[in-house]
Protein backbone atom coordinates (compact mmCIF):
# COMPACT_ATOMS: atom_id res chain seq x y z
CA UNK A 1 0.00 0.00 0.00
CA UNK A 2 1.66 3.31 -0.93
CA UNK A 3 1.24 6.64 0.04
CA UNK A 4 -0.79 8.03 -3.02
CA UNK A 5 -3.36 5.10 -2.17
CA UNK A 6 -3.89 5.92 1.33
CA UNK A 7 -4.49 9.67 0.34
CA UNK A 8 -6.61 9.01 -2.45
CA UNK A 9 -8.65 6.73 -0.11
CA UNK A 10 -8.93 9.27 3.05
CA UNK A 11 -10.36 11.82 0.33
CA UNK A 12 -12.43 9.10 -1.21
CA UNK A 13 -14.16 8.77 2.18
CA UNK A 14 -14.10 12.58 2.79
CA UNK A 15 -16.29 13.17 -0.40
CA UNK A 16 -18.82 10.17 0.21
CA UNK A 17 -19.62 11.68 4.18
CA UNK A 18 -20.28 15.09 2.20
CA UNK A 19 -22.44 13.39 -0.43
CA UNK A 20 -24.31 11.63 2.63
CA UNK A 21 -24.48 14.47 4.49
CA UNK A 22 -25.93 16.74 2.04
CA UNK A 23 -28.34 13.65 0.74
CA UNK A 24 -29.75 14.10 4.35
CA UNK A 25 -30.07 17.41 4.76
CA UNK A 26 -31.66 17.63 1.20
CA UNK A 27 -34.29 15.33 1.95
CA UNK A 28 -36.06 17.26 4.76
CA UNK A 29 -37.17 19.81 1.75
CA UNK A 30 -40.44 18.68 -0.45
CA UNK A 31 -40.49 19.51 -4.06
CA UNK A 32 -42.50 22.89 -5.14
CA UNK A 33 -45.24 20.68 -5.83
CA UNK A 34 -48.67 22.29 -7.78
CA UNK A 35 -51.67 20.93 -8.30
CA UNK A 36 -52.14 17.96 -10.99
CA UNK A 37 -54.11 20.11 -13.44
CA UNK A 38 -53.35 22.43 -15.99
CA UNK A 39 -52.81 26.33 -15.42
CA UNK A 40 -55.93 27.91 -14.55
CA UNK A 41 -58.14 24.47 -14.03
CA UNK A 42 -60.26 25.51 -10.32
CA UNK A 43 -60.60 22.02 -8.89
CA UNK A 44 -63.15 21.15 -5.13
CA UNK A 45 -60.42 19.48 -3.19
CA UNK A 46 -61.52 17.73 -0.21
CA UNK A 47 -59.64 16.42 3.09
CA UNK A 48 -61.98 14.55 5.18
CA UNK A 49 -61.75 11.79 8.33
CA UNK A 50 -61.79 8.20 7.27
CA UNK A 51 -60.23 9.04 3.99
CA UNK A 52 -57.60 6.18 3.52
CA UNK A 53 -54.98 7.38 3.82
CA UNK A 54 -55.74 9.61 6.00
CA UNK A 55 -54.05 12.93 4.43
CA UNK A 56 -55.39 11.76 1.03
CA UNK A 57 -57.12 14.58 -1.35
CA UNK A 58 -60.20 13.98 -3.32
CA UNK A 59 -60.19 15.86 -6.53
CA UNK A 60 -63.55 17.10 -8.50
CA UNK A 61 -64.91 19.45 -11.04
CA UNK A 62 -68.50 19.15 -12.80
CA UNK A 63 -68.06 16.64 -15.67
CA UNK A 64 -64.31 15.53 -15.15
CA UNK A 65 -64.63 12.15 -16.01
CA UNK A 66 -61.28 12.07 -18.81
CA UNK A 67 -59.93 15.45 -18.26
CA UNK A 68 -56.03 15.90 -17.64
CA UNK A 69 -54.43 14.84 -14.81
CA UNK A 70 -50.59 16.27 -15.06
CA UNK A 71 -47.54 15.42 -12.72
CA UNK A 72 -47.27 17.43 -9.60
CA UNK A 73 -43.50 18.37 -10.01
CA UNK A 74 -40.76 16.18 -12.11
CA UNK A 75 -39.66 12.83 -11.48
CA UNK A 76 -39.42 9.19 -12.53
CA UNK A 77 -42.73 6.62 -13.01
CA UNK A 78 -41.99 4.47 -10.38
CA UNK A 79 -45.35 3.12 -10.57
CA UNK A 80 -48.45 2.94 -13.52
CA UNK A 81 -50.44 0.04 -12.79
CA UNK A 82 -54.32 -1.51 -12.71
CA UNK A 83 -55.56 -2.90 -9.74
CA UNK A 84 -58.73 -3.52 -11.75
CA UNK A 85 -62.31 -1.89 -10.15
CA UNK A 86 -60.62 -2.36 -6.41
CA UNK A 87 -58.51 -0.31 -4.39
CA UNK A 88 -56.48 2.37 -6.19
CA UNK A 89 -57.44 1.16 -9.51
CA UNK A 90 -55.43 2.34 -12.65
CA UNK A 91 -52.76 4.13 -10.43
CA UNK A 92 -49.76 5.86 -11.27
CA UNK A 93 -46.35 6.87 -8.60
CA UNK A 94 -44.09 9.44 -9.48
CA UNK A 95 -40.42 9.04 -7.18
CA UNK A 96 -39.52 13.00 -6.35
CA UNK A 97 -36.14 11.99 -5.35
CA UNK A 98 -34.98 12.16 -1.43
CA UNK A 99 -37.86 9.96 -0.92
CA UNK A 100 -40.94 12.05 -2.01
CA UNK A 101 -43.11 10.66 -4.44
CA UNK A 102 -46.83 11.40 -5.59
CA UNK A 103 -49.74 8.85 -6.43
CA UNK A 104 -52.64 9.81 -9.11
CA UNK A 105 -55.34 6.83 -8.61
CA UNK A 106 -58.79 6.00 -10.25
CA UNK A 107 -57.68 7.01 -13.54
CA UNK A 108 -59.78 6.26 -16.39
CA UNK A 109 -56.46 5.68 -18.16
CA UNK A 110 -52.63 6.25 -17.88
CA UNK A 111 -49.63 7.82 -20.71
CA UNK A 112 -46.72 7.06 -18.97
CA UNK A 113 -44.68 3.47 -18.31
CA UNK A 114 -42.43 2.59 -15.47
CA UNK A 115 -38.66 3.79 -15.86
CA UNK A 116 -40.27 7.29 -17.44
CA UNK A 117 -38.87 10.73 -16.41
CA UNK A 118 -41.95 13.39 -16.69
CA UNK A 119 -41.32 17.03 -15.80
CA UNK A 120 -43.56 18.96 -13.87
CA UNK A 121 -46.55 19.64 -16.05
CA UNK A 122 -46.70 17.08 -18.19
CA UNK A 123 -49.96 15.05 -18.55
CA UNK A 124 -49.63 11.31 -17.27
CA UNK A 125 -53.33 10.56 -17.46
CA UNK A 126 -57.44 10.98 -16.93
CA UNK A 127 -59.48 11.70 -14.53
CA UNK A 128 -61.75 8.34 -13.95
CA UNK A 129 -63.26 5.99 -11.93
CA UNK A 130 -61.67 2.95 -11.80
CA UNK A 131 -61.74 1.10 -8.42
CA UNK A 132 -64.69 3.92 -7.40
CA UNK A 133 -67.87 4.90 -7.50
CA UNK A 134 -67.84 8.25 -9.28
CA UNK A 135 -65.21 10.04 -11.10
CA UNK A 136 -62.41 11.71 -9.13
CA UNK A 137 -58.76 12.18 -8.51
CA UNK A 138 -57.70 10.32 -5.43
CA UNK A 139 -54.13 11.71 -4.94
CA UNK A 140 -51.85 11.89 -2.18
CA UNK A 141 -47.98 13.84 -1.58
CA UNK A 142 -45.97 11.03 0.18
CA UNK A 143 -42.65 10.39 2.41
CA UNK A 144 -40.92 7.01 1.92
CA UNK A 145 -44.37 5.93 0.95
CA UNK A 146 -46.18 7.06 3.74
CA UNK A 147 -49.27 9.89 2.61
CA UNK A 148 -48.39 13.23 4.52
CA UNK A 149 -50.11 16.72 4.38
CA UNK A 150 -50.46 18.18 1.15
CA UNK A 151 -49.18 21.34 -0.16
CA UNK A 152 -49.60 23.32 -3.66
CA UNK A 153 -48.03 26.06 -4.46
CA UNK A 154 -46.38 26.86 -1.31
CA UNK A 155 -49.90 26.82 0.37
CA UNK A 156 -50.81 23.66 3.14
CA UNK A 157 -54.00 21.95 2.22
CA UNK A 158 -56.11 21.95 5.25
CA UNK A 159 -57.63 19.11 7.07
CA UNK A 160 -60.37 18.22 7.13
CA UNK A 161 -62.29 20.86 4.99
CA UNK A 162 -63.53 21.42 0.87
CA UNK A 163 -61.52 23.81 -1.14
CA UNK A 164 -61.85 25.44 -4.34
CA UNK A 165 -58.71 26.25 -5.57
CA UNK A 166 -57.01 27.57 -8.98
CA UNK A 167 -54.25 25.44 -10.55
CA UNK A 168 -50.70 27.19 -11.15
CA UNK A 169 -48.93 24.30 -12.39
CA UNK A 170 -46.53 25.58 -15.10
CA UNK A 171 -48.09 28.67 -15.55
CA UNK A 172 -45.12 30.70 -17.06
ZN1 LIG B 1 -59.66 9.19 -2.13
Known amino acids: MNRMTDRSRRLLGRITALA ?3 GVGAASAAPAYQMPFPCGQVWRLATWQGHN ?4 VDMNRDNDFGDAVVASAGGTVTTAR ?5 SY ?11 HSTLYAHLSGYRVIVGESVSKGQRIGSVGSRGTASAHLHYEQRVSGRAVSARFNGVAMPYYAVVFWTSHNSCN
Open 20 to 22: LFL
Open 53 to 56: PDRA
Open 82 to 86: DLGDT
Open 89 to 99: GRYVVIDHGNG
